[in-house]
C-alpha cells in the first residue's frame, strides 16, 4: 500500500507500470487492476480556468489516505492499492489524483477504486484554489457528488 | 507545551496564520473546547456553518475538549481529488 503527495508533475502511466513491477506478490494472483486517473479541467461553475494551487494539510493528509486504503483493503481483499495525489501549481490537462487496486476479480477492483476515490474527495484534506482567465481566484467551495 | 492551532485554504483568509496558545493563555481563558479555541482565535468572527475541525489530524466535533499539546485545525469543506 502505497500512499504519494507529489509537488511536481508526474506520469500516470508510467508511474504506475514502473510500481506494479516492484510489488512480486501480485505475480501470478492479480486477476483485477482498477485504475482511477483525475485530471485538471480548464473549466468549473461556468468560468475558464487556467491554472490551479492545491494545498493539503501535511500529515493529516496521509494519515487519512491510509486509513480510506487500509479500509478498502480490508473490505475488498485487495492485494495492493496506490493513491498519488498532486499539490502545488497544477495547469489544465495534468494529472491531479491516481487511485490505482488490485485484486483477484473485477467487483472488487471496480468497487475498491471508486470507494477510494469518493472517500478520498470526502475526508482527505486537500483544498483547490483556482485561477480564472479574468485574473480572480477562488476557493472551490466543494467537490460534487460523484454517484 | 502548547497549543498548536492551524487555519487551512478559506479559513487562513478569515482567520490568519497558523498560531500557538501557550498554557498560561490557556488557563487564563479557560479554552477547554475545540469551540473555545475557535472562539479565543477568531475574536469577534462568525464561524462559516460548514467549518471542519481536527484534533491532532482526527475529525472531531466542536465540543471535543482540547489538552496542552494538542494541534487542532479549522478549515473548510475539502476539495481534492
Not at chain 2, 8 to 22: N, Q, T, V
Not at chain 2, 61 to 76: C, H, I, N, R, S
Request: charged share 25%; aromatic share 10%.
Amino acid at each position: 500500500m502505497s500512499v504519494i503527495i507529489l509537488a511536481q508533475p508526474f506520469d500516470p502511466w508510467q508511474t504506475l507500470a514502473e510500481y506494479q513491477q516492484k510489488m512480486p506478490h501480485l505475480d501470478g494472483k492479480y486477476g483485477a487492476t482498477a485504475v482511477f486517473l483525475g485530471t485538471m479541467r480548464d473549466f468549473n461553475e461556468g468560468n475558464n480556468v487556467s491554472q490551479m494551487f492545491l494545498e493539503h494539510y501535511s500529515g493529516m493528509t496521509e494519515k487519512h489516505l491510509e486509513k480510506i486504503c487500509t479500509q478498502a483493503t480490508e473490505d475488498y481483499a485487495l492485494l495492493e492499492t496506490l493513491v498519488i495525489h498532486r499539490v502545488g501549481e497544477i495547469n489544465p490537462n495534468d494529472p491531479i489524483v491516481l487511485v490505482a487496486v488490485w485484486s483477484s476479480h473485477r467487483k472488487e477492483a471496480f468497487e475498491a477504486c471508486r470507494e477510494i476515490m469518493e472517500d478520498l474527495k470526502s475526508r482527505a484534506p486537500f483544498w483547490k484554489k483556482e485561477q480564472l482567465n479574468s485574473g480572480e481566484d477562488r476557493w472551490v467551495e466543494k467537490n460534487t457528488k460523484g454517484y | 507545551m502548547a497549543i498548536q492551532v492551524k487555519f487551512f485554504a478559506s479559513m487562513r483568509d478569515l482567520i490568519g496564520d497558523d498560531r500557538e496558545l501557550d498554557a498560561d493563555i490557556v488557563q487564563q481563558q479557560t479554552l477547554i473546547t475545540a469551540d473555545d479555541v475557535w472562539n479565543y482565535c477568531a475574536q469577534d468572527k462568525l464561524r462559516p456553518a460548514n467549518v471542519l475541525i481536527a484534533v491532532n489530524m482526527d475529525y472531531v466535533d466542536g465540543q471535543t475538549e482540547v489538552k496542552d499539546g494538542d494541534e487542532v485545525a479549522f478549515f473548510p469543506p475539502v476539495t481534492g481529488g
